[in-house]
């Protein structure tokens, strides 16, 4: 297998010619709006937003960064641990220095 999805156009053949690319394999990083990888993995790409709770330590993503701000906003007012219910005053963005040194 040469890592293209199993519907991706390259392997259209013995049937249809073989055409372009369209599973994302190509062109992982490209444009997400014309890529099919990117429409079917929105996560792709993107940097995990991690978050902790104050209160039982649990540590979990809460978003996919880039991210328009309000809606990371609104996400942040609503968050609430998912291990012991704790609102989002209790809720801390995790930093890489603090989970590389875990």
Do not use: Q
Request: charged share 25%.
């Amino acid at each position: 297998m040469n890592g293209h999805a199993s519907d991706c156009a390259v392997h259209n053949a013995p049937a249809y010619e073989p055409g372009e690319c369209d599973c994302g394999k190509e062109d992982e990083m490209s444009d997400p709006s014309n890529n099919r990888f990117y429409r079917e993995n929105p996560a792709a790409g993107k940097k995990p937003l991690r978050v902790g709770c104050v209160s039982c330590g649990a540590d979990w993503i809460a978003a996919y960064l880039p991210m328009p701000v309000d809606k990371l906003a609104r996400l942040a007012k609503g968050l609430c641990c998912p291990v012991c219910g704790a609102t989002s005053a209790d809720i801390r963005i995790r930093a890489e220095k603090e989970l590389a040194h875990e």
